[in-house]
């Protein structure tokens, strides 16, 4: 593998202090890394798909899906853990929604990436 050399002038150091003055702390960046990880499952992109359009239940969610409750529910654990989820009672009823427009955002930049 072929080493790149930076011109004659090496570093460039005014670049590199710019960013590194703005550069978030490492905790920040591996909180960013874990919550993209969650976005990384196909089935969990399709539980905010939905969420996205509107609150439902595990039951409407698995139909929609095409997949059990069960799954789905497990798939909501991960999804409510991460903060990207939450739910409210209605009765014996569990509506989901998304917790804020924050995912909604995230969701839909992501589309509009993959469909350039």
């Known amino acids: 593998m072929e080493e790149h050399i930076c ?3 090496g570093v460039h150091n005014d670049i590199v202090d710019k ?3 703005v550069m978030p702390d490492e905790s920040a960046l591996f909180e960013a ?3 993209l990880k ?3 499952d196909s089935t969990r992109i399709r539980i905010i798909f939905v969420l996205c359009e509107s609150e ?3 039951c409407d969610i698995a139909k929609l899906l095409g997949m059990t409750q069960s799954a789905i529910s497990h798939q909501l ?3 409510k853990q991460a903060r990207l989820v939450s739910s409210r009672r209605d009765g014996k ?3 989901y929604s998304l917790c804020d427009d924050h995912v909604k955002s995230i969701f839909y930049l992501a589309m509009e990436h993959v469909m350039e």
């Open 38 to 40: 969650v976005f990384g």
């Open 77 to 79: 654990r991960v999804l």
């Open 56 to 58: 439902l239940c595990v």
């Open 7 to 9: 011109g004659t002038h």
């Open 93 to 95: 009823t569990i509506f």
């Open 19 to 21: 960013v590194a003055k």
């Open 33 to 35: 890394a874990e919550l």
